[in-house]
């Protein structure tokens, strides 16, 4: 391999030729090799891209950086945007805690990238941009790192994780609807009780996910503030008068989303509660998503032995040693997604609790995990409603086979012949495996007729809507 030599504030550094990146990114790759698959996740990258265009733009807006430079900066952020760069980033997660080196990464990128894209070479004669004085104008990684983590997890909630939430309870909806008159047996405690119907038991989960999403739109408007204006520790030193709004402006233009400059610079610095809460309503739905998938799969187990009431789709030989056995995947990868979004949510919140006076120093684990987390359950939804969801059917005989059987079906006599009456026909029923009817006519409680009119399943669900 052939490097060059690069240099910073600390003297001399070999960078490989063909890399675009400068001194500071590669005393970055030599000094954290602690996990090279944790990268940082491009969607940092996009979103330090959109804000050093926003910064260049503002920075022009606000008299202090030539439109020849705001171009060039502009030119090499839209081919990082279009994914022309992305072997350019080579950076992990674990580094320093304020992202300093990510950010120095983007700045030393563009500028040998617009280098060579007026036609010079990196390291000779005037550069066209200087990573620290152009690049960088009017920003410290304290402002640009949040900034580009609140980009980054914006789009990925609305982009990613909305929609896929969507699509599942749009689905389970459907089929919610379409078996609101099947009638099955309730379970509390997992133990048999009184009935309700399949399309019941399925609004609850639409319910979840509707309060999910409600839950997760609540803490957009937080997370749309960025931090940016703020600088070294929030009070926007070497920074153009008004640029917080402006950079801020721009942002909202090139995403298409609406950003605005944090209310307080202080807070979006040393804190990252905006990420920790929207990170609490991923865990809300990563915790109903749980239940959701749990419900499903043991609704369809068996074929023979188990509960059996739903039949979903049966996609894959599950076992390699057992014929024709087929598992529900679906519900498991489901819940070990649920799982590392729980996960997840405990590294940020101890991330959140580690801003010491004007920084937060967990920046890089807080965006990773959070984005991890977000694009796991917009996927995992996806996953889950075209794999599982949308072949959910009710197996029609295994349902009534239940309810027929069932021994709570006797709830309907308490207010007939009183609750101690009821448990005691019940009691005798399963003591003797008989039926509910036999036993309460064996009882003398009621006769047939009376029985009849009395426990009639379709009748105890409540209403349906
Ligand atoms: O990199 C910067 O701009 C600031 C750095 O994170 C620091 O506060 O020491």
Redesign the pocket.
């Known amino acids: 391999m052939s490097f060059r030599i690069e240099k910073d504030t600390m003297g001399e550094v070999q960078v490989p030729a063909d890399k675009y990146w400068g001194a500071q990114t590669e005393r970055s790759r030599n000094n954290f090799k602690i996990g090279p698959a944790a990268s940082m996740p491009h969607e940092i990258v996009a979103g330090f891209a959109y804000l050093k265009k926003a910064a260049a733009y503002a920075n022009h807006e606000l008299g202090v950086l030539p439109v020849e430079k705001r171009d060039a900066i502009a030119a090499v952020c839209d081919e990082i945007l279009a994914g022309k760069l992305d072997d350019q980033f080579p950076l992990v997660i674990w580094q320093t805690g304020?992202g300093?080196q990510s950010?120095m990464n983007v700045n030393e990128v563009v500028a040998n990238r617009a280098q060579v894209l007026a036609g010079g070479k990196i390291g000779e004669g005037e550069p066209v941009l200087k990573a620290n004085d152009d690049v960088n104008k009017s920003q410290?990684?304290?402002d640009t790192f949040p900034t580009g983590m609140h980009i980054a997890a914006y789009k990925a909630v609305v982009e990613i994780t909305i929609p896929g939430v969507e699509k599942l309870r749009d689905t389970l909806k459907k089929k919610s609807e379409e078996f609101m008159n099947v009638v099955k047996i309730g379970r509390t405690h997992l133990m048999d009780a009184t009935p309700l119907t399949l399309g019941q038991e399925l609004s609850g989960y639409v319910a979840q996910l509707n309060h999910g999403l409600k839950a997760l739109r609540n803490t957009l408007s937080h997370l749309a503030e960025v931090a940016l204006g703020g600088t070294?520790v929030g009070t926007g030193l070497n920074t153009p008068k008004g640029y917080d709004v402006v950079v801020a402006k721009y942002i909202a233009e090139f995403t298409g989303h609406p950003f605005v400059t944090a209310e307080n610079k202080f807070e979006a610095l040393a804190a990252h509660d905006a990420i920790v809460e929207t990170h609490g309503a991923l865990k809300q739905l990563a915790v109903a998503l749980n239940k959701i998938a749990n419900d499903i799969r043991m609704l369809a187990s068996g074929p023979r032995s188990g509960i059996g009431e739903i039949l979903i789709p049966e996609n894959e030989p599950g076992s390699s040693i057992m014929p024709g056995k087929v598992n529900p995947t679906q519900c498991e990868a489901l819940t070990m997604v649920a799982a590392q979004v729980m996960g997840n949510d405990v590294a940020i919140t101890i991330g959140g609790t580690q801003g010491h006076y004007e920084?937060n120093v967990f920046k890089p684990l807080m965006a990773a995990n959070f984005l991890q987390s977000a694009r796991l359950i917009g996927d995992a939804c996806v996953s889950f409603e075209e794999h599982c969801a949308i072949g959910i059917e009710p197996n029609y005989a295994r349902i009534k086979e239940l309810v027929d059987n069932s021994l709570m079906l006797v709830t309907a006599l308490n207010t007939k012949i009183g609750y101690y009456k009821a448990a005691e026909i019940a009691q005798t029923a399963h003591k003797n495996n008989s039926t509910l009817k036999e036993t309460a006519i064996a009882l003398g409680y009621v006769t047939a007729e009376q029985f009849d009119e009395w426990v009639k399943p379709e009748e105890m669900v409540g209403s349906l809507k």
């Open positions: 304020s300093t950010n410290s990684s304290n070294a920084l």
